[in-house]
């Protein structure tokens, strides 16, 4: 049976392309989707994509993927640092969770050197680009093969 992994991005993710490149790159979501998928599809996973920019959708995801997801990866971009809802939605859910983000938040200010949600995740990626959701994708499976 095929494993199935849940992406969420948080807000202004949508705008990546656009958005302060020389911090975030070149590449839109919806390119990382495609390498995310091409990625995933080589090993028979397949991907659950999502963004919004409302804290309350993300926690809605969270909750509404429950058990029906092998794996969640979530970049809650600026949420991260601030979201107590986010980290408890996080923690009722018991499958493998990795939170992201695509620049290295500890080598930029302060305030983002805080995660809220990264006690309720099994490990951290940051600081790869588009490599720390491929990075992300491998360590789901490696969490789930043991
Ligand atoms: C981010 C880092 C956050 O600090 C920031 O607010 C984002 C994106 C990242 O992917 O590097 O929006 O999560």
């Known amino acids: 049976m095929s494993i199935k ?27 990382i989707k495609l390498e995310v998928e ?3 599809s080589k090993k028979n996973i397949s991907i659950n994509f999502y963004q919004s920019n409302i804290e309350g959708e993300i926690v809605n995801k969270i909750q509404e993927i429950s058990d029906s997801m092998d794996g969640l990866i979530i970049n809650a971009a600026a949420f991260t640092h601030t979201s107590v ?3 408890d939605a996080l923690s009722i859910i018991k499958i493998p ?7 290295n938040i500890f080598a930029r200010e302060e305030f983002r050197h805080k995660s809220m949600i990264s006690k ?4 951290v990626i940051c600081g790869f680009g588009l490599n720390s959701y491929i990075l992300a994708v491998d360590a789901v499976e490696s969490i789930l093969k043991k």
């Open 5 to 31: 992994i849940q992406i969420i991005n948080g807000p202004n993710l949508n705008l990546l392309g656009k958005r302060e490149p020389d911090i975030y790159g070149h590449l839109t979501l919806d390119q």
């Open 85 to 87: 809802a986010i980290l």
């Open 120 to 123: 309720a995740v099994n490990g």
């Open 38 to 40: 091409k990625h995933a």
């Open 97 to 103: 969770k990795i939170e992201i983000h695509i620049s």
